[in-house]
């Protein structure tokens, strides 16, 4: 059972966006295109490290990279053209690689359309080299201990 210091945190690490699909993400069976889903993930993990000042400028400047090296998803029902989905993002792990994990639901019911996650690892910039401990910068941006 979590604590409310546990919860709070973890509202801290989460954040939410809106997406309406628009007509270009829609496929022939007049649902959205399961490749697009990949692309709500990105802006709402955009979103989500730009709330810490770590987004992928600041990432670059701090001399790490941070490749997507997994990515899971579950597709649960199909979102349609016109519908506003919540894409909702946490930081579950950080010490040894960047996970966040997603839940894709509709606005208006609030019922789940997909879950993912994605795992990312921080490579340095000049030596290419995987870092198998994620930096201490990230630490610092979350405000959280490893």
């Keep these: 059972m979590s604590t409310e210091k546990e919860l709070a945190s973890r509202e801290r690490l989460t954040h939410e966006i809106e997406i309406t699909p628009a007509f270009y993400d829609i496929d022939v069976m007049e649902i959205v295109y399961h490749g697009h889903y ?32 997994d990515m899971r998803l579950k597709y649960v029902r199909p979102a349609t053209f016109g519908q506003v989905l ?5 930081i579950t792990e950080w010490e040894n690689r960047l996970r966040i994990d997603y839940l894709i639901t509709d606005a208006a019911t609030g ?27 990230l630490w610092e941006r979350l405000g959280v201990a490893p």
């Excluded at 359309?113 to 080299?129: C, F, G, Y």
């Design 38 to 69: 990949v692309r709500f993930l990105e802006l709402a993990r955009s979103a989500l490290l730009a709330k810490f000042d770590y987004d992928y400028p600041r990432m670059r400047e701090s001399g790490y990279g941070w490749p997507v090296v």
């Design 86 to 90: 919540k894409v909702r993002a946490t």
């Design 111 to 137: 019922q789940k359309v997909n879950s993912a996650h994605t795992i990312q690892v921080a490579v340095d910039m000049q030596t290419r080299a995987m870092c198998f401990v994620c930096p201490s910068v």
